[in-house]
């Protein structure tokens, strides 16, 4: 038992200096074509269903967390967490960008019942029209006493420059 609980702090360790490591690297080959302020309302799984908000490069988010870690299987969180932004692209005020994050979840059923985890998340948000978006990314999620996995984060989201 012990072990176990050895490997889960070290899977912890690890995704948070992943994580650390991506924010460092891509934060002096970013550029600037961020707006200030953004607000987004998540309707989708990426983040979360909930709402975002962004200042510059950096964003918060709060809501209900679900994924499928096995066929038609859903697992549900509430979750809450900081993204990163980098290498914006496109002409327009919102622009499309990749995005690294990191986030606290709490179980709300299945094997996650009552428990705290750890998501870590990489992937890309494309501005499909004003701000309508789509994300496309993969989520990697960590527990006390649970394996290590990883799950496809899609997501929809409206944008709204502030």
Not at 83 to 107: D, V
Not at 117 to 126: D, I, K, Q, S, T
Not at 142 to 147: E, N, P
């Amino acid at each position: 038992m012990t072990d176990l609980c050895i490997v889960k702090q070290n899977d912890i360790k690890q995704l948070t200096f992943t994580f650390l490591l991506i924010v460092a690297a891509t934060a002096a080959f970013s550029q600037s074509k961020f707006s200030n302020n953004e607000l987004s309302v998540n309707g989708f799984r990426n983040p979360s269903i909930g709402i975002e908000y962004r200042i510059g490069q950096s964003s918060a988010h709060a809501g209900y967390y679900t994924t499928a870690f096995k066929k038609s299987e859903y697992t549900n969180f509430v979750k809450v967490g900081y993204t990163f932004w980098f290498f914006p692209s496109g002409k327009g005020e919102l622009p499309s960008a990749f995005y690294s994050g990191a986030s606290y979840m709490r179980g709300l059923n299945r094997d996650y019942q009552g428990k705290d985890a750890m998501g870590v998340e990489l992937g890309y948000r494309w501005m499909v029209w004003k701000g309508l978006n789509l994300r496309i990314g993969a989520i990697g999620v960590t527990a006390k006493d649970l394996s290590f996995k990883i799950s496809p984060t899609p997501g929809i989201s409206y944008s709204f420059k502030l």
